[in-house]
């Protein structure tokens, strides 16, 4: 099934009282293949979800994803 990018956020936001599901939720839909626009949204959602509810070893995870995106782009 296709899984609306926008929808996922409004529901990842509203369940952000349940951390380990939003960050789980976070890498399902990082794994589905986007639009480059749409995943420089997610990551960056994805980063600042981390450095409100999570660790710097959250954050770095994310950045560290971010990476490894770009340079498969290459």
Same mark, same amino acid.
């Given at each position: 099934?296709?899984?609306r990018?926008d929808?996922?956020?409004?529901?990842? &936001?509203i369940?952000?009282?349940?951390?380990?599901?939003?960050?789980?939720? %976070? &890498?399902?839909?990082?794994?589905l293949k986007?639009?480059?626009?749409?995943?420089?949204f997610? %990551?960056k959602k994805?980063?600042? %979800? &981390?450095?409100?509810?999570?660790?710097? &070893?959250?954050v770095?995870?994310?950045?560290q *994803?971010?990476?490894?995106?770009?340079? *498969?782009?290459?």
């Open positions: 099934t296709v899984i990018c929808i996922s956020i409004i529901y990842m &936001e369940r952000v009282g349940v951390v380990d599901i939003c960050r789980r939720l %976070f &890498e399902r839909i990082l794994m986007w639009s480059t626009k749409k995943m420089q997610l %990551f994805y980063s600042s %979800f &981390e450095k409100s509810h999570g660790t710097p &070893e959250g770095n995870h994310v950045v *994803s971010a990476k490894q995106y770009l340079q *498969s782009l290459n």
